[in-house]
């Protein structure tokens, strides 16, 4: 046994290890997990199920990933699994559920950051570069795109998208998918502002910034309903990469719509264009 394996860890000898790998005390390992180069997992780990570690994982103490779905309609013994993606860091007591589907994954991307005691259910898929703070209680089959922040104590109800580069402020209830680029806070989650900080670390250019700030401004100051407001986006505003995803995404809303933006009141020949 590698010095780098704590003597009390419990390793099915039919699990993957690649090289350098780290393994804490009483930490359990189920055979039919996948753990590459450099991963590293803390004390009381458990991973149990298919699991897939990419490159340079961190897993924190008491981490529970790839346990069964919180979910009635799933059948034991069905054949999926959790992946995450390389240099994603999972912190203390996060807990990754499997999907509930024959051969289904709930997935994680590269270079996240999943806070202490926040939970992701089953059938989720979070892009790269996501934040999820502590507490977070992300439900089943939810999607997260890259660069979204997710605020702590933040809940979401299943099957709700939150779009590229978004921000959820802490303790929001999200009931609605967020567009991409925009800052949601509250209960429900209503849309406050583009994420105008979060574009500018990311590198966007002020010229898409402005654009992202007219199209909220259409989208949600205007008084037009949102059927009208995509159409005067469309017509009005450059066609550069951000704005595109954004009607893009607006045009693929799940069953709960789009988060909502501050009540006001709505100018009359335009309510119900």
């Avoid at 993957?16 to 803390?42: C, H, K, M, N, Q």
């Avoid at 059927?227 to 595109?244: D, F, G, T, Y």
């Amino acid at each position: 046994m590698s010095e780098a394996i704590h003597p009390t860890a419990l390793v099915d000898p039919h699990a993957r290890l690649g090289a350098r790998v780290r393994i804490g005390a009483y930490t359990l390992v189920g055979p039919e997990v996948t753990l590459e180069d450099e991963v590293e997992l803390g004390h009381h780990v458990v991973l149990e199920g298919r699991v897939a570690l990419g490159p340079r994982v961190r897993i924190g103490h008491g981490c529970v990933v790839g346990g069964i779905p919180q979910d009635l309609k799933f059948k034991d013994g069905t054949p999926s699994g959790v992946r995450i993606g390389s240099g994603t860091v999972l912190r203390e007591y996060v807990t990754v559920h499997r999907a509930t589907t024959p051969e289904g994954w709930t997935e994680i991307g590269r270079d996240t950051l999943v806070m202490g005691l926040a939970h992701v259910a089953h059938d989720c898929r979070l892009g790269d570069a996501v934040i999820v703070i502590n507490y977070a209680g992300i439900t089943g089959h939810c999607q997260i795109g890259d660069r979204a922040t997710i605020g702590g104590l933040t809940g979401m109800v299943p099957f709700t998208r939150v779009g590229v580069g978004a921000y959820i402020g802490g303790m929001a209830k999200v009931n609605a998918d967020v567009p991409p680029y925009m800052m949601v806070e509250g209960q429900p989650a209503t849309v406050r502002a583009v994420n105008v900080v979060g574009l500018r670390r990311a590198g966007m250019p002020a010229a898409e910034r402005r654009a992202l700030q007219e199209a909220y401004r259409l989208l949600y100051r205007s008084g037009l309903a949102p059927k009208r407001a995509v159409e005067r986006i469309e017509a009005e505003l450059p066609r550069c990469a951000p704005v595109i995803e954004l009607v893009d995404f607006i045009a693929g809303a799940t069953r709960h719509g789009i988060c909502g933006g501050p009540r006001e009141t709505a100018a009359p020949d335009e309510v119900n264009s």
